[in-house]
């Protein structure tokens, strides 16, 4: 009996073990389809953000090969700018350097010319002092004959002067003689009438003294 017993107890916890082994195989199948599923849903999700990756890295490719392009041609328009700056600017320092020379020939050749001209100022002046020189010399010379000839016309005309002056002088005393003639008439005219009338009175007075009365006729005359 007690046999019995165990071998049912023994093969109802087999059953059990069974069931609970087929629940074990179950719910592992399903986890292991879930996880499947799971992994499946994230080796798309995977696969997905791959392709995404790779589809921007291909972008990024794309753009990289493009900036690259784009850079290397302003790099190299840049380079081309600078290359011509670069001969600009030594076509100025060429252009500047032989300007300097030609600039620096001219101030020689004006420092020469400024030479010359001074020498030749020098002479000129030099040459004008003895022109003046020689004028001073030569007026010294000239001067005494001027001089005798300016005396000779002074002389000349200081004689046309006294004889003009005693011309005039002439002409006034035969002017003024004529014009006293008549007044010395009249005055001679006025004497001898003034005599006569003293004759007169004296004849009178004389008669008069004798009768001792002086006459105011013989007063008159002696006055």
């Known amino acids: 009996m007690a046999a019995n017993k ?12 069974r069931k609970l082994a087929e629940r074990f195989d179950q719910e592992r199948d399903k986890q292991i389809a879930q996880l499947e599923t799971q992994l499946e849903k994230a080796r798309k999700r995977v696969n997905e953000e791959m392709q995404r990756r790779r589809e921007r890295l291909n972008r990024l490719e794309k753009l990289q090969a493009e900036y690259r392009n784009k850079a290397t041609s302003t790099v190299q328009r840049q380079v081309d700018r600078a290359r011509k700056a670069v001969d600009d600017a030594r076509l100025r320092v060429d252009d500047s350097e032989a300007r300097k020379r030609f600039l620096e020939t001219e101030v020689r050749v004006l420092k020469a010319t400024a030479k010359q001209a001074n020498s030749l100022a020098k002479v000129i002046n030099q040459y004008q002092k003895d022109l003046e020189k ?5 007026e010294k010379k000239v001067a005494p004959k001027k001089v005798t000839a300016k005396k000779a016309a002074a002389k000349k005309s200081t004689a046309k ?20 003639t008549p007044a010395k008439k009249t ?4 004497a001898t009438a003034r005599k006569a009338t003293a ?13 001792g ?5 013989s007063d008159s005359g002696t006055n």
């Open 161 to 180: 002067k006294a004889t003009t002056k005693k011309a005039t002088a002439k002409k006034a005393a035969k002017k003024s003689t004529a014009r006293k």
């Open 6 to 17: 165990v071998r049912d107890r023994l093969d109802e916890l087999q059953g059990q073990i």
């Open 213 to 217: 009365a002086p006459s105011p006729s």
């Open 134 to 138: 020689r004028a001073r010399d030569i």
């Open 199 to 211: 004759k007169k009175a004296a004849t009178s007075g004389g008669s008069s003294t004798a009768s």
């Open 187 to 190: 005055a001679s005219k006025k």
